[in-house]
């Protein structure tokens, strides 16, 4: 690898907030020091762990100083990813910011193709790619997956917020393929911290709903991520206890204060997204009726 550009200050900082993650952590950061691109520093924050990543991270800080971080919360107290990733925010002065969880790869041009296209597009202020759904690690079959429902142009705002999940079909970017300008993420108020425990599924969604209503974003469809597929995940925790239903509806609820408080609240794409969205809980009979309805007719049509 080259030498780091000799600017005060990198022209990315990369965030990668942890919590007992000592499996994957170090083969994260491999993927991170393997980028073509240079000019960036990397923040490791330790959110309380109790396993052996702490000393994976101040290993890797201490082997090269000048461009890695550690960081923790005072009294190593767990407060959560977003407080983690908030606290890097506030340690770092880069122009760009990229954030990846510390079960995740980046490909090796992953930097270095995003920071092209922010170059190129000022008025864009955030972008990502499609992603691989990387189960073969473990022996399954890996999947790629579109992010967005369009490639290839700037979705300005709101657009992105009534197609992608939550509220739309269309498939949301992963926050550890996201570039974004600083001056976005400090705009909208970076993460909201009060998604912690069960919460923290739909913490990167609350961050993004943020961003939509702001943002301009560019899906290319590239591919830059490796997102590791396994059974620790958030999702896959939240799901075997049965919470999903319930996670889901505090975040419409803060969704709709959010807007409610924007300068968007009036807008009728956006209610009625959301109306839709209430449905099935609002509506719990209909719901099922229609889906029972449905599976019957694709049983008569095949």
């Known amino acids: 690898m080259s030498e780091v550009a000799s600017n005060s200050s990198p022209r990315v ?7 007992n993650a000592e499996k994957y952590l170090a083969e994260t950061i491999e993927s991170i020091l393997a980028q073509d691109y240079d ?12 396993d052996e ?3 994976i991270a101040k290993d890797y800080a201490t082997r090269d100083p000048r461009r890695i971080k550690f960081l923790e919360h005072p009294d190593h107290a767990n407060r959560g990813t977003c407080a983690s990733r908030n606290l890097a925010v506030s340690q770092s002065s880069a122009e760009f910011l990229a954030f990846i969880d510390a079960d995740d790869c980046w490909r ?44 290839n142009r700037p979705v300005t705002p709101a657009e992105a917020l009534v197609h992608l999940y939550p509220l739309g079909q269309a498939a949301p970017p992963c926050p550890s393929d996201l570039l974004m300008r600083r001056s976005i993420v ?3 108020g970076g993460f909201e911290e009060s998604f912690t425990g069960p919460l923290q599924l739909y913490e990167d969604q609350a961050f993004l709903a943020k961003f939509y209503l702001r943002g301009t974003i560019y899906f290319d469809d590239r591919v830059w991520l490796d997102y590791r597929v396994h059974e620790g995940s958030c999702g896959a925790r ?11 509806q505090h975040y419409l609820r803060w969704l709709e204060a959010y807007i409610d408080g924007s300068t968007r609240r009036n807008d009728p794409e956006i209610k009625l997204a959301l109306m839709r969205a209430w449905r099935p809980y609002r509506h719990p009979r209909l719901t099922a009726f229609r889906k029972r309805l449905g599976a019957a007719a694709r049983r008569v049509i095949g």
């Open 238 to 248: 939240v799901a075997r206890e049965g919470l999903y239903d319930d996670v889901r």
């Open 108 to 151: 090796p041009s992953k930097l270095k193709d995003q920071v092209a296209l922010l170059d190129r597009m000022p008025e864009v202020d955030a972008v990502c790619g499609a992603v691989n759904y990387w189960a073969s690690h473990a022996g399954g079959e890996d999947r790629i997956v579109p992010t967005g429902h369009v490639s």
């Open 39 to 50: 000019d960036f520093d990397l923040l490791l924050v330790d959110d309380g762990s109790t």
């Open 186 to 188: 400090e705009a909208i």
């Open 53 to 55: 990543s702490m000393r």
């Open 13 to 19: 900082s990369v965030i990668s907030a942890f919590l």
